[in-house]
C-alpha cells in the first residue's frame, strides 16, 4: 500500500500569515502516461465530512478560494494557504487514488 | 443537484453485524463509483471500499476482507441506494462511516454526511 505522511502534524498561525502543509508518497503519484499526479487535498471542518478542496495535485475545486493551492509532483507535495483566515481552521488530509486509495494521517490548523 | 444521504446513527452489540445505507441523486447514477471511508472518534480518514453502481462490481481494502459487504440498488437513472454491510463488529468499529462519490482512481467530489455506528455492550 502506497504511505502518506504528513507534516507537521498540528500548526498553530496568526490570522493573514500562510500556512504550508506537506505530504510525502511513498511511492511516486505521477502517472506518467498522462502526466498527471493522483493527489488530491480535503479540509475537515468539527462534526462535518471532509470537503475537497484541491485534486490532480494542483487543480483547485468549484468555489474553494484561490488562497488555497496545491503544489508538488511525483512524492513530494504542498498545500499552501497564503492568508489564513479564521474559518480555515480545520483538520487538512491528503489523499492518493494511484493505487487504492490512502489518506494522509491528517494536520491540525489552529489560529494563535 | 448532487446529494448522498446517509441513513441514522445505529448501536449495536459486539459481534453483531450492521447495515448503513447511502442514497445517491442528482446525477446518471452509473456514472460514478460510491466509495466508503470510516473515521474513529479523534481519528483519521480510512478508505474501505468502493462499489460501481452500473454493474455492482466492488473492491475492498485489504483490512476489511472477509468482513465486509457492499451492494447496490438502482432505483431510477439518477438516484441510486448503495449499502455497507459490517460484520464481526468489535468497538474498535466505532466510528463515524461516510459514502462519498468518486470514480476508479479519482478524487471524492461529494460526500454523505455520515453515520455514527457505536459498537457497545
Known amino acids: 500500500d502506497i504511505v502518506l505522511t504528513q507534516s507537521p502534524d498540528s500548526l498553530a498561525l496568526s490570522l493573514g500569515e500562510r500556512a504550508t502543509i506537506n505530504c510525502k508518497s511513498s511511492q511516486s503519484l505521477l502517472y506518467s502516461s498522462n502526466d498527471r499526479n493522483y493527489l488530491a487535498w480535503y479540509q475537515q471542518k468539527a462534526g462535518q465530512p471532509p470537503k475537497l478542496l484541491i485534486y490532480w495535485a494542483s487543480t483547485r475545486y468549484s468555489g474553494v478560494p484561490d488562497r488555497f493551492s496545491g503544489s508538488g509532483s511525483g512524492t513530494e507535495f504542498t498545500l499552501t494557504i497564503s492568508s489564513l483566515q479564521a474559518e480555515d481552521v480545520a483538520v487538512y488530509y491528503c489523499?492518493?487514488?494511484?493505487?487504492?486509495?490512502?489518506f494522509g494521517q491528517g494536520t491540525r490548523l489552529e489560529i494563535k | 443537484q448532487v446529494q448522498l444521504v446517509q441513513s441514522g446513527a445505529e448501536v449495536k452489540k459486539p459481534g453483531a453485524s450492521v447495515k448503513v445505507s447511502c442514497k445517491a441523486s442528482g446525477y446518471t447514477s452509473t456514472s460514478y463509483y460510491i466509495h466508503w471511508v470510516r473515521q474513529a472518534p479523534g481519528q483519521g480518514l480510512e478508505w474501505m471500499g468502493m462499489v460501481n453502481p452500473s454493474d455492482s462490481s466492488t473492491s475492498y481494502s485489504q483490512s476489511f476482507q472477509g468482513r465486509v459487504t457492499m451492494t447496490r440498488d438502482t432505483s431510477t437513472s439518477t438516484t441510486v441506494s448503495v449499502y455497507l454491510e459490517l460484520s464481526s463488529l468489535t468497538s474498535e468499529d466505532t466510528a463515524v462511516y461516510y459514502c462519498?462519490?468518486?470514480?476508479?482512481?479519482?478524487?471524492?467530489?461529494?460526500w454523505g454526511q455520515g453515520t455514527l455506528v457505536t459498537v457497545s455492550s
Open positions: 489523499q492518493q487514488y494511484y493505487s487504492s486509495i490512502t
Open positions: 462519498a462519490r468518486g470514480g476508479d482512481r479519482s478524487s471524492f467530489h461529494y
